[in-house]
Structure formats: structure tokens, C-alpha cells
């Protein structure tokens, strides 16, 4: 069950280094709204090496990548993916083919670094359109965990 979900900014390595003291269930690392076009890629990196480093004491670990139409997107799957977080918060959900778009290239990631571990998908919907689409969204494929 999450009952608190720790949002913490992936520019921030003050934020990373600590959030596996404040006892979430879950923490979010979060590359897209909290970071700045120009620090995308040091975020990407220091998320990366705080999954590789950290002992998070059983947290639920979920990132928060840019949204699928971006130039952010698939660097962000192919540096965290290889980390084995629990769960991809998608931003920007609209329509089941954002959704489907975002699980077909994690799967391409997966299968090009032979991963075995699939993370889960939770679409964040935050737009009229994501509302009216939730059901679809929420069924679009097996991927999807839950919705925000």
C-alpha cells in the first residue's frame, strides 16, 4: 500500500542522499517538472548513480521521466531502466497511445539490454482529456499499475 510518496527533484543530491531517511513507501525521482531543460542530463546521471548507491530500505522506487513526445524521454529510459526501479511515472498521459508508446519503447530498452526485470507504468494523468480517458488509459496494457 502507498500511503506516502516522496517526491525529490533528480538536480538535488542533498534531496537524493536523504530520501531513503524519511521513511516513504515511495520515492519519486523526479527528471521532468522539478529540473531545468539545461540540467536534464546531470539529473539523469545523478538519479542513476543514487539508484546504484543507495540501500532505499525497501521503498517502492518509481521515477518520474519526461513525457513520451519529448527529446528527454528516451535517454531517460535507457539510463534508469537499467537501475530496476519498481514502477515509470508517466507525465502527461492523455490518450492510451501515450500510454502504449511509452511501454513499447521500455520494452525495446529491455530487450536491447536483456533485462529481465520489467518496471511497472503508472500514467499521471493531469489533463481534461487524461480524465476522460482514464478507463482506457488504466486498460491500455498489462504494464499499467495504477494511475495518479
Do not use: H
Request: hydrophobic share 45%; charged share 25%; glycine share 6%.
Amino acid at each position: 500500500m502507498r500511503r506516502s510518496m516522496l517526491f525529490l527533484p533528480g538536480n538535488n543530491p542533498n534531496m537524493l542522499i536523504n530520501g531513503s531517511c524519511l521513511g516513504a513507501d515511495a520515492v519519486i525521482f523526479d527528471l521532468e517538472d522539478a529540473v531545468s531543460p539545461a540540467e536534464k542530463d546531470a539529473a539523469r546521471i545523478l538519479v542513476r548513480n543514487t539508484m546504484r548507491c543507495l540501500d532505499f530500505r525497501g521503498c517502492e522506487i518509481i521515477v518520474r521521466v519526461n513525457a513520451v513526445d519529448t527529446p528527454y524521454f528516451q535517454s531517460d529510459l535507457e539510463t534508469i531502466l537499467p537501475q530496476g526501479p519498481d514502477m515509470i511515472l508517466l507525465p502527461k498521459s492523455g490518450t492510451p497511445e501515450d500510454v502504449r508508446a511509452a511501454d513499447a519503447a521500455m520494452t525495446r530498452v529491455d530487450e536491447q539490454l536483456g533485462l529481465t526485470r520489467r518496471a511497472a507504468l503508472m500514467p499521471l494523468i493531469e489533463t481534461a482529456l487524461g480524465v476522460e480517458n482514464a478507463f482506457a488509459i488504466a486498460a491500455c496494457c498489462p504494464r499499467v499499475e495504477a494511475l495518479f
